[in-house]
Structures are given as C-alpha cells and as structure tokens.
C-alpha cells in the first residue's frame, strides 16, 4: 500500500499548480481520499476530500480553498490530483495525500508529502 | 466547525516516563476521536482510533480514551522514539479538523 506525491515547486502568487498522488496496492474506488497540508513550522490542515465511488465521489473543501483548488481522481492511472488555482503566500506547505481508514473516521496511510513554496 | 484543543502544548518527559495528552472538543464527537504521530520531515502515522482502539503495529504502550468533549492520548512508559508531535483529530463531518498539536521532547 503506497501513495506517493509530486507536482510540487514555487510558483508565484496567483498561479496554478497541480499535485499529483500515485496510488497503488489497494482498491483505489473504496476510499475516500484527502488532502491535508502542513506550513512550515505549524500544525496539520485539512484540505479537501473525494469520497469513494460509492459515495459519488462527492468533495469537501475547507473554508480557506473553496472556490480555487479543485480534487480529483482518475481511475486510468490509479491517481488522486489537487488542482490548485490563485494561490497565495498562506498556500506554502508541505501537501500531503491521505487514505481514508474505511469505518474508522482517520487516515491510516499517508504519503511522504510534497513541498509547495508560493513567492514572488 | 468543531474546535480541539489540546493541552499541553508543550511536555518535557524523560524515558521511562507515563504522559498523557488531553483533547479537547468544542461540542460533542461521540469517540469519532484519532490521535497521530508526527517526527520531523515524516508524514503523521497513525496511532489511535475510534477514540480507543490501536492501529495495527501500534506499540501496546500506546493508548486512547475518552467519549464527547474531552479525550485522552496515554503512553505507559517513554521509549526513545517516542519523542515527537502528537495530534488529534476529528473526522466524522466537515471540515475536518485537527488539534495544534502537542510536542513531547526530552527532559
């Protein structure tokens, strides 16, 4: 079981950017899959959430996204993305994807995280 | 928005040592209470959920009470490795939230 991010890098203040999680070793429509940030030197940040295909693959967002960063997945290349639109300096942290623990309301598998620096 | 608090932000511990680490609920949760690990430059790794119940590898040392407003995060007796950032979490609605986090060092 494994999910491993990338896309990130330094992009200007009202760029775009989209992060990429590869997903492999388990049923990959089962979960619900999120993304959660860290800045640097703070705590951990909810981001957004697509459930599973037995939920529609309905999205959440947190306040602080809502209308600039969008969650995916495609089944085609078992990968869950953030696009992520008008991104601003509070952006900057480390990302990472998070599998839902199905029944048990946490997240038990995390990838090792990508770094996103938004500066001018 | 549920609000957790926990207390302290801060703990200086030595090996050996039996800590606890408290979380507080702005309103009511039921157990939908987590608590996670967090070293420097590692992803969170969970430990507890369901307010209680020890993720597969966890050490036994590890354990979660608590149910509504008020959870606890215990550890028996430090280990070394066990120095860290502790956080807890709400997942049963949105948003999703998460403590401030707890920094367990060395005395």
């Known amino acids: 079981v494994q999910l491993v991010e990338s896309g990130g890098g330094l992009v200007q203040p009202g760029g775009s950017l989209r992060l990429s999680c590869a997903v492999s070793?388990?049923?990959?429509?089962?979960?619900?899959m999120d993304w959660v940030r860290q800045a640097p030197g703070k705590g951990l940040e909810w981001v957004a959430r697509?459930?599973?295909?037995?939920?529609?693959?309905?999205?959440h967002y947190a306040a602080s996204v809502t209308g600039r960063f969008t969650i995916s997945r495609d089944y085609s290349d078992s990968s869950l993305y953030l696009q992520m639109n008008s991104l601003k300096t509070e952006d900057t942290a480390v990302y990472y994807c998070?599998?839902?623990?199905?029944?048990?309301?946490?997240?038990?598998?995390w990838g090792q995280g990508t770094k996103v620096i938004v500066s001018s | 928005d549920i609000q957790l608090t926990q207390s302290p932000s801060f703990l200086s511990a030595s090996v050996g040592d039996r800590v606890t680490i408290t979380c507080r609920a702005s309103?009511?949760?039921?157990?939908?209470l987590a608590w996670y690990q967090q070293k420097p430059g590692n992803a969170p790794k969970l430990l507890i959920y369901i307010a209680s119940t020890l993720q597969s590898g966890v050490p036994p040392r590890f354990s979660g009470s608590g149910s509504g407003t008020e959870f606890t995060l215990t550890i028996s007796s430090l280990q070394p490795e066990d120095f860290a950032t502790y956080y807890c979490?709400?997942?049963?609605?949105?948003?999703?939230?998460f403590g401030q986090g707890t920094r367990l060092e060395i005395k």
């Open positions: 070793g388990f049923t990959f429509s089962d979960h619900h």
């Open positions: 998070a599998r839902d623990l199905s029944g048990g309301h946490a997240f038990d598998i």
């Open positions: 309103q009511g949760i039921s157990r939908y």
């Open positions: 697509s459930r599973n295909s037995g939920n529609s693959h309905i999205t």
């Open positions: 979490q709400y997942l049963n609605d949105y948003p999703v939230t």
